[in-house]
């Protein structure tokens, strides 16, 4: 299983706590120091299911900065996997990849139901 995180993230940190105490194993992966590649992110975004916005941090400054809340109704599936790949930190975190399941941000009641 991966682990995709912003290691100064405090919902990551959660997250970590709460599969960490579940005895829950899992790959680490930093997600800024190694962004998800284009093809990751479309192979992740077809397996979860989700719309393509649950993969973007729209909480965080950059997203912000960049206006993406009034660009990205705009912009086609592939420049939004473009604009993901090319900076981690517009990428919804954490990010959990096992098998088949993409979970994106960390809602416990939805990683209980598909992690244990």
Request: charged letters at 30%.
């Amino acid at each position: 299983m991966l682990f995709l995180e912003y290691p100064r993230c405090s919902t990551c940190q959660k997250a970590k706590k709460w599969l960490d105490e579940r005895q829950i194993a899992y790959t680490d992966r930093h997600i800024a120091e190694e962004n998800p590649s284009y093809d990751e992110l479309k192979e992740w975004y077809v397996k979860s299911g989700l719309p393509l916005k649950r993969f973007f941090n729209t909480s965080g400054m950059l997203y912000k900065e960049m206006q993406l809340k009034d660009k990205l109704p705009n912009m086609s599936e592939e420049e939004q996997l473009q604009l993901l790949a090319g900076n981690g930190m517009l990428v919804k975190r954490p990010i959990i990849v096992k098998g088949e399941t993409v979970l994106t941000g960390f809602r416990e009641a939805e990683w209980a139901e598909k992690l244990q």
